[in-house]
């Protein structure tokens, strides 16, 4: 059974920095591309992040391009994001998700984690 599961959020200030962790698990994810997406209250999942399969490439919004930083970890199908320069729109809970095509394919979801940026 796949299972992704998210770490790393919580309450920061603005300006502030997390780094949000995921972890899968299930099956081998050698030829899959990660990323991170965002659902803040009253709108729809929107993507923040995107990794290549071999970390070689990856894909940023404007909206967070310069801030945020995803890269695969050493150790087989971890991913990571990291938020800097926090603002209070960037709440939200934030989804790890891998994709065997392209990021609005997206195969597994994680449960979630809440990031929440007070101003």
């Known amino acids: 059974q796949v299972q992704l599961v998210e770490s790393g959020g919580g309450l920061v200030q603005a300006g502030g920095s997390l780094r949000l962790s995921c972890a899968a698990s299930?099956?081998?994810?050698?030829?899959?591309?990660m990323a991170w997406f965002r659902q803040a209250p009253g709108k729809e999942r929107e993507f923040v992040a995107g990794?290549?399969?071999?970390?070689?490439?990856?894909d940023y919004p404007d909206s967070v391009k310069g801030r945020f930083f995803i890269f695969r970890g050493n150790v087989r199908n971890t991913l990571y994001l990291q938020m800097n320069s926090l603002k209070p729109e960037d709440t939200a809970v934030y989804y790890c998700?891998?994709?065997?095509?392209?990021?609005?394919?997206?195969?597994?979801w994680g449960q979630g984690t809440q990031v929440t940026v007070s101003s």
């Open positions: 990794v290549s399969w071999n970390g070689g490439s990856t």
């Open positions: 998700a891998v994709t065997a095509g392209d990021y609005d394919r997206v195969d597994y």
């Open positions: 299930g099956r081998t994810f050698r030829n899959y591309a």
